[in-house]
């Protein structure tokens, strides 16, 4: 199967670490269906420069959904297969929000952070992961399903103590994927994690003083770029080392080592 051939559909595509793996998945001459929460400068933006750029006649598309509502995930790879005209080669579930759910406050605020984290952070992939595997076995096909699950470096060591809830979603995302991972190889389904560390995105400490925090603890003195995340995404859901299957890549200057 060719590159034009196969569709890979990235979620949290706007910006940041999804657009980057946008252009290179794209750049290489697959198909691309990009997600989004809401329409948006940045959303036209990339799709337009997509389109304008490609040397390889790759197909862009834009499906907007709020993956924190019920049947978000579900919504979106039945609207992504629709366009394809056939179930996904290939998904990075890259989504997710970094809110605070601080221990002191309201207790409303509380349970909403927690919520809204969970449901976007967790069930929206769980959900999309689902629904592409049982796409893919209604159809009968025998083509591999690749799935790359952005997490986190706090998924393995923690987070600061107002951002347990983001923490707890990425340790979530890591045991799913490696259960999924063990459940499903045997029948060509794929799955994938990249656990980075700061990543020069709206996530990354604005604060000068943070930032400098932040960057203390980082060995290779810096942090990470979202082409180098996009780079390690687009490795793997090109099917190129199958038996990194299970696997999750560290990408974090050696900030924490496992």
């Not at 980075?196 to 000068?208: N, S």
Request: hydrophobic share 45%.
């Amino acid at each position: 199967m060719s590159k034009r051939d196969q569709t890979f559909l990235i979620t949290g595509a706007a910006r940041g670490i999804g657009a980057a793996t946008a252009r290179a998945c794209a750049g290489a001459g697959y198909r691309v269906i990009l997600h989004a929460s809401g329409d948006s400068d940045h959303a036209r933006a990339l799709g337009s420069a997509l389109k304008d750029d490609l040397a390889h006649g790759a197909e862009i598309d834009f499906i907007f959904e709020d993956l924190a509502r019920p049947g978000a995930g579900t919504r979106l790879v039945e609207r992504a297969c629709r366009l394809a005209g056939t179930p996904l080669d290939g998904i990075v579930n890259n989504a997710g929000i970094y809110e605070a759910t601080p221990l002191t406050g309201p207790a409303d605020a509380w349970d909403q952070g927690w919520s809204r984290t969970l449901a976007v952070n967790v069930q929206a992939p769980a959900d999309i992961i689902r629904a592409a595997v049982g796409m893919r076995r209604a159809h009968g096909t025998d083509q591999p399903l690749r799935i790359v699950n952005i997490a986190s470096r706090a998924g393995h060591r923690g987070d600061g103590v107002d951002h347990a809830g983001y923490a707890a979603s990425k340790g979530a995302v890591l045991a799913m994927t490696k259960s999924w991972a063990r459940a499903l190889a045997a029948e060509r389904v794929e799955l994938y994690a990249i656990a980075p560390g700061w990543v020069e995105t709206r996530m990354a400490p604005a604060d000068i003083a943070a930032r400098e925090k932040a960057i203390e603890e980082i060995p290779l003195g810096r942090v990470a770029q979202p082409e180098e995340v996009a780079r390690v995404a687009a490795f793997l859901i090109s099917g190129q080392c199958p038996s990194a299957v299970g696997s999750t890549i560290d990408i974090n200057g050696a900030s924490y080592v496992r």
